[in-house]
């Protein structure tokens, strides 16, 4: 089995989320350490580059900007390339024309675009809601095969199919894998510190902005918080509210080893998002021995687990705290052991083996 990656679509350095080219890379090494499976890869020459290993055909042309990167998906993405037996969009779309015969599969992810548009129109345009709507759409229509992160995001996928009228795509459930899955079990060599960790977003359904206003209150009832650490971009109304909590520091983005000592040492990962396709964080956080708090009702819900201690409910900050007071209680050793449960379900070659079987499925 061969399959070409399309890749021209990722410029994580200008990207909004960096989470599809983790997964990108991720499965990619995955698939190339089983030794069944040849890849190759089209890029740009801005683009993500696969790993050591896999052929790499760059485009004579950048795509790290908006016109250059649409102009390509459009032209480029559907057109004859590549001799693999399918081709893969790892970012979940396919804007342009079919014209290839080969199976064509996409990794789309969530409909997190469905729910902000119709929560948060004013997040941005309403010709950017309008053509990344219409690119779902048609991207559904095309692709042979579906993937999906979680069982969360496939049944959210053929609700909006069928809300749309659409044929019923093929959905197809393989999980993903995460950073320091090594480390799952282990014990972190630095010693935990009285704060708890956010991964702060400007994007609404993330919730940092409530975070930020529901930790203030709870301050304000002379409750013992940990601190809170914020770290990633806010917008610029609430940065202004941090500056005035005393529980509450913002951290710029940190690089990678950095971010896992970090994570490693707090007591807390708090992941309030309303919608997720599958919620990363959590599963890392869990590998670095970290419990954490999340909204019931998500895709992370569904990751960590039937009675996972730290879920809540709604927009109370009461019904918050009670999630962090459920897993600052909690033994060290049951996190670790939900982590080992976890990485035997997502790790990365489990990730590889379900979306080879459903390659399968087209060829």
Same mark, same amino acid.
């Given at each position: 089995?061969?399959?070409?990656?399309? $890749?021209?679509?990722?410029?994580?350095?200008?990207?909004? *989320?960096?989470?599809?080219?983790?997964?990108?890379?991720?499965?990619?090494?995955?698939?190339? !350490?089983?030794?069944?499976? +040849?890849?190759?890869?089209?890029? =740009?020459?801005?683009?993500?580059?696969?790993?050591?290993?896999?052929?790499?055909? &760059?485009?004579?042309?950048?795509?790290?900007?908006?016109?250059?990167?649409?102009?390509?998906?459009?032209?480029? &993405? /559907?057109?004859?390339? /590549? =001799?693999? *037996?399918?081709?893969?969009?790892?970012?979940?779309?396919?804007?342009?024309?079919?014209?290839?015969?080969?199976?064509?599969?996409?990794? $789309?992810?969530?409909?997190?675009? $469905?729910?902000?548009?119709?929560?948060?129109?004013?997040?941005? =345009?309403?010709?950017?809601?309008?053509?990344?709507?219409?690119?779902?759409?048609? =991207?559904?229509?095309?692709?042979?095969?579906?993937?999906?992160? *979680?069982?969360?995001?496939?049944?959210?996928?053929?609700?909006?199919?069928?809300?749309?009228?659409? &044929?019923?795509?093929?959905?197809?459930?393989?999980?993903?894998?995460?950073?320091?899955?090594?480390?799952?079990?282990?014990?972190?060599?630095?010693?935990?510190?009285?704060?708890?960790?956010?991964?702060?977003?400007?994007?609404?359904?993330?919730?940092?902005?409530?975070?930020?206003?529901?930790?203030?209150?709870?301050?304000?009832?002379?409750?013992?918080?940990?601190?809170?650490?914020?770290?990633?971009?806010?917008?610029?109304?609430?940065?202004?509210?941090?500056?005035?909590?005393?529980?509450?520091?913002?951290?710029?983005?940190?690089?990678?080893?950095?971010?896992?000592?970090?994570?490693?040492?707090?007591?807390?990962?708090?992941?309030? *998002?309303?919608?997720? +396709?599958?919620?990363?964080?959590?599963?890392?956080?869990?590998?670095?021995?970290?419990?954490?708090?999340?909204?019931? /009702?998500?895709?992370? &819900?569904?990751?960590?687990?039937?009675?996972?201690? +730290? /879920?809540?409910?709604?927009?109370?900050?009461?019904?918050?705290?009670?999630?962090?007071?459920?897993?600052?209680?909690?033994?060290?050793?049951?996190?670790?052991?939900?982590?080992?449960?976890?990485?035997?379900?997502?790790?990365?070659?489990?990730?590889?083996?379900?979306? $080879? !079987?459903?390659?399968?499925?087209?060829?």
């Amino acid at each position: 089995m061969d399959v070409d990656f399309y $890749v021209a679509d990722q410029n994580p350095h200008r990207d909004r *989320s960096l989470g599809i080219t983790a997964y990108t890379e991720g499965l990619m090494r995955a698939l190339h !350490a089983r030794g069944d499976v +040849g890849l190759a890869a089209l890029g =740009s020459r801005s683009s993500w580059q696969p790993p050591a290993g896999v052929p790499f055909r &760059a485009l004579p042309w950048a795509t790290d900007r908006l016109p250059a990167r649409m102009a390509t998906d459009l032209l480029v &993405a /559907g057109a004859p390339w /590549g =001799s693999g *037996s399918l081709r893969h969009f790892p970012k979940g779309f396919l804007t342009g024309p079919r014209l290839t015969h080969r199976p064509l599969v996409g990794t $789309v992810h969530d409909t997190i675009v $469905v729910h902000a548009a119709r929560r948060y129109p004013q997040a941005r =345009s309403r010709v950017a809601w309008a053509f990344w709507l219409r690119a779902l759409r048609r =991207s559904l229509q095309v692709f042979d095969l579906v993937l999906a992160d *979680s069982e969360h995001a496939r049944l959210s996928i053929l609700d909006w199919a069928r809300e749309q009228g659409l &044929a019923e795509p093929r959905v197809v459930t393989t999980g993903i894998g995460a950073r320091w899955e090594e480390r799952a079990g282990t014990r972190s060599p630095d010693p935990r510190q009285d704060e708890v960790v956010h991964l702060a977003s400007t994007e609404p359904h993330k919730r940092t902005a409530w975070l930020v206003d529901a930790w203030g209150l709870l301050a304000e009832r002379g409750l013992d918080l940990p601190r809170l650490l914020l770290v990633g971009p806010l917008p610029e109304s609430t940065r202004n509210r941090v500056a005035r909590l005393r529980h509450v520091e913002m951290l710029p983005r940190l690089a990678e080893a950095d971010l896992a000592r970090r994570v490693a040492a707090a007591r807390a990962l708090l992941l309030p *998002s309303e919608i997720e +396709g599958f919620g990363l964080p959590a599963l890392e956080a869990h590998y670095l021995g970290t419990p954490v708090v999340y909204r019931l /009702g998500t895709a992370v &819900a569904e990751v960590v687990g039937e009675g996972a201690a +730290g /879920g809540f409910e709604g927009d109370d900050p009461d019904a918050l705290w009670m999630a962090v007071e459920a897993v600052l209680a909690q033994d060290p050793e049951a996190t670790q052991r939900r982590a080992l449960a976890l990485r035997e379900r997502f790790a990365w070659a489990r990730c590889a083996e379900r979306t $080879v !079987a459903a390659y399968r499925q087209v060829l």
